[in-house]
């Protein structure tokens, strides 16, 4: 009996073990087989379509005599059919068709068929559509002209400032200053539009507006207003000396051709007489033409000079005791007395300008005849003589080899 009891224990152990055992292997292998199944019945359920296949509904219009826009509709039931492997086409339905009142009676009569296709609408593409428009240029306007025009501007506006100061001396100028005044006004507002254009001009037009109003032509007739009177004054003065010095003995033996000097006067006193009477009649254009011909290098302040500066020079040629040195400074003389016989005045006087100081200091060292000539003074010579040959001629002088300063 407890053989029997101890057997029966022991078997119900391994089957209680066996219960448990294998539910567990059942549902391993289950999971191991079931779930590809069943994911593979998931891929083909999501990758088959479902398909209906519609029977298209026919419909048929027919137009009343009595009733124009009457329709009568017949309507086919619509069934739906399970799809198969073959029938893999999605049709779709044919779009209905309205009438209308302006439409024809042979096309209210038509009917459509239900196997003939629907047609398919179009729209058609939208057309490109370009907008004119104008492509701007860019003038390119040089920094140094807009400096130009308003340095230009601003030397007008100085220049009248001083002609409204001089005016006040002169009698009935009351309208020349009111003029002055509008001129002012003017060259402003010309400065203002080229600093700062407005939006409808360009810094061109602004420009191109200054250069064609010609202002400086007005400032140049308030000009001759201003000044002539002052400069005639100043002419009237010299032209009188001058007079007076041409016929002294001193100024006779310089060398000069005594009578083109007198015709050279007498030009000067005609030019003058001119300016002065075409100034009086208000015409300022014809009193500067006049007035330039004393004032392109015939004047009598000019020749004035000429022979102050020659005479002096001669004078201190007579305390010079070495001949060679004494020769070669008249030498030098020669060329600038040959250009006052010539006419040309101005050049002269600026020559006998830049040589007085420097042949001064080389006189003054050869006042004793025991002093010789040094190479050093010999060169300086050369050089006032080179010095003088190139101002002839029009060309710039050398002026540091001459040992003389430069001018600015």
Avoid: C
Wanted: cysteine-free; charged content about 30%.
């Amino acid at each position: 009996m407890k053989q029997f009891i101890e057997k029966i224990s022991k078997h119900g152990k391994r089957g209680v073990h066996f219960g448990i055992t294998l539910p567990v292997i059942a549902l391993v292998i289950f999971s191991l087989v079931d779930i590809p199944l069943f994911t593979m019945a998931q891929e083909l359920k999501m990758e088959t379509p479902i398909v209906h296949i519609y029977k298209i509904a026919q419909v048929s219009i027919t137009a009343s005599t009595d009733a124009p826009t009457a329709e009568a509709t017949t309507v086919v039931p619509i069934t739906e059919t399970k799809p198969t492997t073959e029938q893999a086409i999605i049709v779709s339905p044919a779009p209905i068709q309205e009438t209308t009142q302006q439409q024809t009676t042979e096309q209210q009569k038509i009917e459509q068929p239900a196997s003939q296709e629907a047609p398919v609408p179009t729209t058609p593409a939208p057309e490109k559509i370009e907008l004119p428009y104008e492509k701007e240029e860019i003038e390119f306007i040089d920094p140094r002209e807009v400096q130009n025009a308003l340095q230009d501007i601003k030397r007008m506006q100085s220049d009248l400032k001083r002609f409204t100061k001089q005016l006040k001396k002169v009698k009935n100028s009351a309208d020349d200053i009111a003029a002055i005044n509008e001129l002012l006004k003017q060259l402003a507002e010309h400065g203002k539009l080229i600093k700062n254009p407005p939006a409808d001009m360009s810094l061109r037009e602004a420009l191109q507006d200054f250069w064609n109003a010609r202002l400086w032509e007005e400032v140049d007739q308030f000009r001759a207003k201003a000044e002539i009177p002052n400069e005639l004054k100043n002419i009237e003065k010299d032209l009188k000396r001058l007079k007076k010095m041409i016929i002294q003995k001193p100024f006779k033996n310089l060398g000069f051709d005594m009578a083109l000097i007198s015709q050279a006067v007498a030009e000067i006193e005609t030019a003058f007489n001119e300016t002065k009477t075409f100034y009086n009649q208000g015409n300022m254009e014809d009193a500067l033409m006049a007035l330039d011909t004393i004032r392109q290098g015939m004047h009598p302040g000019e020749l004035m000079g000429i022979f102050y500066q020659t005479r002096e020079i001669k004078d201190k040629i007579g305390l010079v005791k070495n001949k060679e040195v004494k020769a070669i400074i008249n030498e030098l003389l020669a060329p600038v007395i040959e250009s006052v016989n010539d006419g040309d005045y101005r050049t002269a006087n600026q020559i006998l300008n830049e040589i007085r100081q420097e042949l001064f200091k080389i006189m003054s060292k050869f006042m004793k005849q025991t002093t010789a000539l040094d190479e050093k003074t010999r060169a300086k010579l050369d050089a006032l003589e080179e010095m003088i040959g190139n101002k002839l001629n029009k060309e710039e002088p050398n002026k540091e080899e001459a040992g003389l300063k430069p001018s600015e």
